[in-house]
């Protein structure tokens, strides 16, 4: 059973950073693609990042480029985002998300999210 | 960036009714392999989103078959052919044809 538990969440002052970990089992971490993704209270999906099975391939939404970066440690099974100089408006519960190839193509799994507040 | 829109925005159905929900997209999803990278998730209250359709047709593993997807280069159509009461949620579009990977702003079925 595949199973994606997110960790690194909680409340923090604008313009600090946080680290966000994603421990993944259950299937083979390093044959998919990854992603982020967010959602703000009562709002809709927003795409954050993904990256590909070798960390070939990394993209990220525009509100987030320059200061978020993704990465991913196979030998650890674990996928990482770095967020750097927070704002309110990155208020939100992040899912850690797994793609159905190495590459891009859907997303198949989600996790149940960690929540990240940022608020002085 | 590709701007998906939806609509409806909500969508009241009585059970055992069909519903549809429109997605255009903001250019052409055909990718240069040839394949269209739109997908539709479902997301019911409380959690996480789940995958009904991917590369606009193809139904998921598990994914009941009153669920289909149509449509091809920028419009495409989610139909769910009888609702039924576990279907009440929120409906995204998604294109994973190129970064970044954009959502539509979501369709919430609801039962009349």
């Known amino acids: 059973e595949v199973q994606l538990v997110e960790s690194g969440g909680g409340l923090v002052q604008p313009g600090r950073s946080l680290r966000l970990s994603c421990a993944a089992s259950?299937?083979?971490?390093?044959?998919?693609?990854m992603h982020w993704v967010r959602q703000a209270p009562g709002k809709g999906l927003e795409w954050v990042s993904g990256i590909s099975w070798n960390s070939g391939s990394i993209g990220y939404a525009d509100s987030v480029k320059g200061r978020f970066t993704i990465s991913r440690d196979n030998a650890k099974n674990s996928l990482y985002l770095q967020m750097n100089s927070l704002r309110a408006e990155d208020t939100a519960l992040y899912y850690c998300a797994k793609d159905k190839d190495f590459g891009v193509v859907t997303i198949i799994d989600w996790g149940q999210g960690t929540l990240v507040t940022v608020s002085s | 960036d590709i701007v998906m829109t939806q609509t409806p925005l909500s969508s009241p159905v009585t059970l055992g009714q069909p519903a549809s929900i429109s997605c255009r997209s903001s250019q052409s999803l055909v990718h240069s392999d040839g394949n269209t990278y739109l997908s539709w998730l479902q997301q019911r209250p409380g959690q996480p989103p789940r995958l009904l359709i991917y590369?606009?047709?193809n139904r998921f593993s598990g994914v009941p078959d009153r669920f289909s997807g149509s449509g091809a280069g920028t419009d495409f159509t989610l139909k769910i052919s009888r609702v039924e009461a576990e279907d009440v949620g929120v409906y995204y579009c998604m294109q994973a044809t190129q970064f970044p990977l954009t959502f539509g702003g979501g369709t919430k079925v609801e039962i009349k």
């Open positions: 259950g299937f083979t971490f390093d044959d998919y693609a």
């Open positions: 590369k606009i047709s």
